[in-house]
């Protein structure tokens, strides 16, 4: 199993962000399916003020290509993707029209 961390930032409005959070606790039941089927075991999402950082968990056949892929052939993600577009912005140094970016590990204490 691998673990991967990402982050991305909210447009920093109170109202948008509560709506962002909102969306969050009941996502659409086919977000959920195609993030379990993608091969992510586990993911969570952590805010603070309008920085989010995200954990998931990942089998060893979780491919972000393959990730990606499927997205891009999935209505109903495509649907959600440009929804939460409303509420999301590129955090700084990232790729135009890039969302989630990968961290790099600089830590472990075990």
Not at 57 to 67: H, I, L, M, Q, Y
Not at 81 to 87: F, P
């Amino acid at each position: 199993m691998k673990r991967y961390c990402l982050a991305l930032d909210l447009v920093n409005d109170p109202v948008l962000i509560a709506e962002y959070e909102a969306y969050h606790k009941n996502i659409w039941p086919e977000i959920k399916q195609s993030i379990s089927d993608a091969g992510i075991l586990q993911m969570e999402i952590y805010r603070f003020t309008n920085r989010l950082f995200m954990i998931m968990e990942v089998n060893d056949e979780f491919s972000f290509t393959a990730k990606a892929s499927a997205d891009a052939a999935n209505p109903n993600v495509q649907q959600w993707e440009q929804l939460m577009w409303k509420y999301q912005q590129a955090i700084p140094g990232s790729k135009p029209g890039e969302k989630w970016v990968l961290m790099d590990k600089i830590f472990s204490l075990t």
